[in-house]
């Protein structure tokens, strides 16, 4: 998303497969987990380092505030691996979409991205593959946005969107 007027910025994305090495017997958990984000043994095992993958995160993040749908998972392991491979913890602002959604979209059947989702009318391409649920996670922000910025008085800044979300949290 690009700041002031957001918009997408579909050419400005980052993604990575981290590698893992799988073991010579997977256990159901991990198939349940290469069906569900489709990422299979052989990509998991030529991915890219942790460490490695976390710095190349970070130099794309920079300063920038990182807004995401139910981000508290998100937040806390991407600062513990980071503290982990990198020996930091960043200092970005980080808001819950899920949050400001509940505030100004009425009605929604469950607090899941997917009610979200449907309720607006985005549709995702391939849902658990991390840049299509963060495209669709970028087009409920751009589809709630008026509704936001009337909350917050008409401001249109990060601080004030996220003074926004944690009203409802």
């Known amino acids: 998303i690009e700041h002031g007027s957001p918009r997408l910025a579909i050419g400005d994305s980052f993604e990575v497969v981290l590698r893992h090495e799988v073991p010579a017997a997977v256990c159901e958990a991990d198939r349940e987990n290469i069906l569900i984000h489709g990422i299979g043994v052989g990509a998991q095992q030529a991915g890219v380092a942790p460490g490695e993958a976390l710095a190349a995160f ?3 993040v920079g ?4 807004i995401g749908y139910h981000a508290a998972f998100d937040r806390a ?3 513990r691996y980071s503290a982990a491979h990198l020996g930091h913890r960043a200092a970005n602002t980080w808001v819950d979409l ?11 059947p469950s607090r899941s991205l997917d009610a979200a989702m449907a309720h607006l009318g985005v549709h995702c391409l391939r849902r658990h593959q991390a840049a299509a649920d963060a495209l669709a996670t970028a087009e409920v922000l751009l589809r709630v946005w008026s509704r936001a910025r009337a909350e917050m008085g008409g401001r249109s800044d990060i601080a004030a ?8 949290h």
């Not at 899920?98 to 929604?108: A, S, Y």
């Not at 969107?161 to 409802?168: D, P, Q, T, W």
């Open 77 to 79: 392991l991407i600062q």
């Open 161 to 168: 969107f996220g003074r926004l979300a944690a009203r409802h």
């Open 63 to 66: 300063d920038d505030p990182i």
């Open 98 to 108: 899920e949050h400001v959604v509940l505030l100004v979209v009425p009605g929604l």
């Open 58 to 60: 970070w130099r794309w």
